[in-house]
């Protein structure tokens, strides 16, 4: 069954490309799911189906994503008069101000977080409820912007894959360097806080902008989703804030879970290779520091990671890093213009397609995570 990743990027059922998609089955149905949920007639929200669909054009259009861009559009133009005169205006001058506090203040949001997420600020999300949104719908705003994020770069991906072409077998394995791993001397051994450039690999707190929920009045569902989503979710700001929309959280945590932790192709430290270097290049230093660590603890060196803080565009031990750091780079900045050319040195350095997948979704996923990180709240050193 094709979705609207596989209709946009053009994947034939059966295909190589849509074949491989699929083996990463729960990712296309929490993606679709969380689409249909944030887009959908279905959401209980003051915030309409054709402003968030309006909302989600204009996004995808200033990341360069023309494709979905043209898909948002043509569902927003399809409900007729819903599409007030404020919001035909973005559809048909883009760039627009409306001249209604509300609709701008959410356009400011959107097209600063579309490409440069790191540029927006507390002041930015506070113009939000100031100009008449709840808080509720204040962070399902985020949510959107954030899947957007991750669906746009994704789709771009995707179709890069589809014209790059399949392949059926595995690569060859790649040889393996005779000299044992010796830990750089100029680096603190992994365990130890690796701190450079404003990043760092230790144990971050992150405090919301926005009041969050109180656990003991929270509803029966924001607590089921509090209890299913992380050990300490009560008592973290990230998910009691989160947890004012508490369908979109469940979604994207089973598409977050999919992702990282699905057995197989791209190796655990690789996906957080990825996932650093997106969050590097967005300088979301709260996701930079969580994912560090996670790499240190799975490949037990933290080399890269050094690499990544200091300089993201050289970094890399290795060609499958360097590899995938650049890759997620492009898929980053630049997602319209990414293409087939920036697979192309993944499969030369041995990753099969089901592993160059995985890069492509971590990559994309740290998008949407790196803008609720940095757009909801800020991160807080919990040691001088």
């Known amino acids: 069954m094709t979705d609207t990743i596989d209709r946009l990027a053009g994947l034939e059922q059966g295909s190589p490309t849509f074949t491989t998609r699929h083996e990463r089955e729960k990712v296309a149905l929490a993606t679709q799911a969380c689409e249909d949920l944030l887009l959908g007639?279905?959401?209980d929200s003051a915030l309409s189906q054709a402003e968030r669909l309006v909302l989600a054009a204009e996004q995808a259009r200033v990341s360069g994503v023309s494709t979905l861009e043209?898909?948002?559009?043509?569902?927003?133009?399809?409900?007729?008069?819903?599409?007030?005169p404020e919001l035909r205006a973005i559809l048909d001058q883009?760039?627009?101000?409306?001249g209604n506090a509300r609709l701008d203040a959410m356009l400011h949001f959107v097209r600063t977080l579309a490409l440069n997420p790191a540029q927006s600020d507390?002041?930015?999300?506070?113009?939000?409820?100031?100009?008449?949104?709840s808080l509720n719908d204040t962070v399902l705003l985020a949510q959107l912007i954030g899947f957007v994020a991750y669906q746009a770069r994704l789709l771009a991906g995707v179709k890069a894959m589809g014209e790059l072409g399949g392949v059926t077998e595995a690569p060859a394995a790649q040889p393996v360097d005779a000299a044992p791993f010796v830990h750089p001397a100029n680096l603190p051994p992994p365990g130890e806080p690796l701190r450079r450039n404003g990043f760092t690999s230790e144990t971050l707190d992150w405090k919301a902008w926005l009041q969050v929920l109180d656990p003991g009045t929270a509803t029966p569902e924001q607590q089921h989703v509090l209890e299913v989503s992380h050990p300490k979710a009560k008592s973290m700001d990230f998910y009691l804030l989160l947890a004012r929309q508490p369908q979109v959280l469940l979604e994207r945590s089973q598409a977050f879970n999919a992702i990282m932790y699905a057995p197989g192709g791209l190796s655990r430290a690789e996906r957080e290779v990825a996932a650093t270097a997106v969050s590097r290049s967005n300088g979301c230093v709260y996701c930079a520091s969580v994912h560090a660590q996670r790499f240190e603890q799975l490949a037990k060196r933290n080399d890269v990671m050094a690499q990544l803080f200091d300089e993201p565009d050289t970094a890399g031990t290795n060609a499958r890093e360097r590899a995938i750091i650049q890759a997620s780079l492009t898929l980053t900045r630049a997602p319209g213009s990414f293409g087939p050319q920036q697979l192309q040195p993944l499969r030369d350095a041995g990753l099969s397609d089901l592993e160059i997948l995985d890069m492509l979704h971590s990559a994309a996923l740290f998008g949407w995570a790196n803008r609720l990180m940095l757009n909801l709240g800020v991160e807080l050193y919990s040691t001088p």
């Open 70 to 84: 043209a898909e948002y559009r043509s569902r927003a133009e399809a409900l007729g008069d819903a599409v007030t």
């Open 41 to 43: 007639s279905q959401l």
């Open 94 to 98: 883009p760039g627009t101000q409306t």
């Open 122 to 133: 507390q002041a930015a999300l506070l113009a939000i409820p100031a100009a008449g949104l």
